[in-house]
């Protein structure tokens, strides 16, 4: 590849921010060419997780990501 191939224009990146249904949750879309491929990524505070289910927070981050 050259540097030549690479446009020298940059287009505006729509951003699209949502609150999901809880009122509590907020969410920032950012559409992207990918061939209706899907990419995922959060942060979610684990303070009202109750304290059984927080030893399943490896696992959960661990399949989420995988799938």
Request: one cysteine or more; proline letters at 6%.
């Amino acid at each position: 590849m050259y540097i030549k191939v690479i446009a020298s224009q940059t287009s505006d990146i729509f951003l699209r921010h949502s609150i999901l249904l809880t009122g509590q949750v907020s969410m920032q879309l950012c559409s992207q060419p990918t061939n209706e491929v899907t990419y995922f990524r959060a942060v979610s505070s684990i303070v009202d997780l109750p304290s059984h289910l927080k030893p399943y927070v490896p696992l959960f981050c661990n399949i989420v990501t995988k799938y």
